[in-house]
């Protein structure tokens, strides 16, 4: 496949991501199951019908998301292995446990989708703690590859937005409360819309993470 056809990949993972938001928020609200104002998103996947088509499109953004990974690991390593030779050993390894670590995000998306919250929700949030987690994981690990290998696949500004991007998410993460301690000083509405928050920004940043990601 051409270079311009494999950067098809993030964009189809982001897309399909978006319309399982976008239509489980749409008919969960049609259907009097959750509140318009910023309902929280595993919210709108949590009842029939829409968990059903949640669950599909987030599977399919799952899978777009396991074949991006692969994809960027391939082309960092095919792009720097003829001015490293030897010396790229160490920076495949890394790349290679980055890899992982982003199958495993990939998977946490897939048992997301699979596993509601109300039923299963221990798994449904397993699956989020080992997408977002490993999402971030994933972030800082390209980041650092951008920074330490030359020649830059990408340009600067674009490594900066990158680290932007990551300490906003990482700090989201670092700073979350417990829910007993949320619901206590929050409230319960106010807890859910903080939560709603969290989740969108994540996935806004690999929105922009796939889209800055070099090209294939």
Not at 70 to 88: C, P, S
Request: proline share 3%; charged share 10%.
């Amino acid at each position: 496949m051409a270079h311009g056809e494999l950067a098809l990949f993030p964009v189809l993972s982001v897309l399909f991501a978006l319309l399982a938001f976008f239509i489980g928020y749409a008919i969960a609200v049609s259907k009097g199951h959750v509140d318009a104002f910023l309902p929280f998103i595993s919210d709108c996947a949590a009842i029939q019908p829409e968990s059903s088509i949640f669950g599909q499109l987030f599977n399919i953004s799952a899978f777009f998301l396991a074949v991006t990974v692969f994809l960027i690991h391939r082309q960092t390593m095919l792009f720097h292995a003829r001015d490293y030779e030897n010396n790229i050993v160490v920076w495949r390894i890394f790349s290679i446990i980055l890899m992982l670590i982003g199958f495993v995000a990939a998977l946490g998306a897939s048992i997301v989708s699979n596993f509601q919250e109300g039923p299963q929700l221990v798994t449904h949030n397993t699956g989020a703690f080992m997408l977002f987690i490993g999402i971030v994981v994933y972030f800082w690990g390209q980041t650092i590859m951008s920074c330490g290998l030359r020649p830059r696949m990408i340009p600067l500004r674009v490594i900066c937005f990158r680290v932007l991007i990551n300490l906003i998410v990482t700090a989201l993460l670092a700073f979350r409360r417990s829910e007993t301690w949320s619901v206590c000083t929050l409230g319960r509405n106010k807890l859910n819309h903080f939560q709603n928050f969290h989740t969108s920004l994540c996935t806004i940043a690999f929105r922009f993470f796939s889209i800055s990601m070099p090209n294939m």
